[in-house]
């Protein structure tokens, strides 16, 4: 294997989510450039309002198992990214067993839906908690350590198409998703000094169980206006994005080849955000 074959070679990713989607894929993919892998996920129900099964232990199991194929070391927990203490345990069994953090992606996340008046106050906190606050709780498990060992590295967040261009029918979505956009941009402009990147990454349509809520279609139903600001985009589309092609965009931001991005919100969307 080449340094080409290998890019993240002796690094440590930390992921959030990590049980099955995004979150696995991108497991899989750093494991498969060459990264030592920490993984989290809740594997349980985080909020009543999603209209989509939450993962289960049997999830990151699998996770576990597909990391490790890769030939690659992973530190898996049941963690909650609201859980900021928890977080934060992990991060420093981490650093103890691997010796390093290079990598973050902050991609845990909830998507539910209701029209901004009519959605209950803990449909709003669970998803600003989860969303929002979860990616701040993971950046102070983070930062510290990473600017401690003085090898800089890359930051990832997963936001959305949503957080830069808003949609109907999920503004508690966007509002958080727009969050995680000036938190980004925020953090780069703090952690430059120390040469540690952060962008954000903006998916769209991707094919996993919180992209196949068939919730929406209510809301569609409901309110048929709606449907015009959901566009396929500007590129041929025949079905959801397989999460694999999010991951290779979340390995090309954790390695060299894009040193010279931060503060920039990248779109994984076939062009939506221009149509």
């Known amino acids: 294997m080449t340094d080409q074959d290998l890019p993240l070679a002796g690094r ?16 899989v993919r750093l494991a498969r450039a060459g990264a030592d892998v920490v993984a989290i996920d809740a594997c349980a129900p985080v909020c009543d309002a999603n209209g989509y ?7 990151l199991a699998e ?23 928890s977080q934060q345990r992990v991060v420093a069994e981490a650093v103890e067993q691997f010796g390093r953090l290079d990598i973050v992606v902050a991609n845990a996340g909830v ?22 606050t979860g990616v701040w709780n993971t950046m102070r498990a983070v930062v510290p350590p990473m600017i401690a060992a003085g090898n800089g590295g890359s930051i990832i967040t997963i936001s959305s198409a949503a957080g ?17 956009v000036g938190l980004t941009n925020s953090l780069a402009i703090e952690l430059g000094e120390f040469g540690i990147r952060v962008n954000s990454v903006h998916p769209y349509g991707t094919d996993t ?22 566009s396929p985009g500007a590129l041929p589309t025949d079905s ?36």
């Open 63 to 85: 996770t576990v198992r597909l990391v490790e194929n890769e030939g690659r070391k992973i530190l898996a927990q049941q963690v909650d990214v609201r859980d900021a203490a």
């Open 12 to 27: 440590v990713a930390y992921v959030t989510g990590a049980a099955r989607g995004q979150g696995r894929s991108h497991c």
């Open 111 to 132: 998507l539910n839906w209701g029209r901004v008046w009519e959605i209950s106050p803990q449909q709003w906190q669970d998803t600003l908690d989860v969303n929002l």
């Open 164 to 180: 830069i261009k808003a949609v109907p029918g999920c503004g508690h979505y966007c509002a958080s998703k727009f969050g995680v």
């Open 209 to 230: 169980p919180m992209g196949n809520d068939t919730s929406m279609y209510q809301v569609f139903a409901d309110h048929p206006t709606y449907i015009h600001s959901f």
């Open 53 to 59: 099964p939450p993962a289960e232990p049997a999830d």
């Open 240 to 275: 959801l994005a397989p999460p694999e092609l999010i991951s290779d965009i979340v390995v090309w931001l954790a390695s060299d080849a894009s040193s010279l991005l931060t503060a920039a919100q990248i779109p994984a969307e076939k062009g939506y955000l221009k149509i």
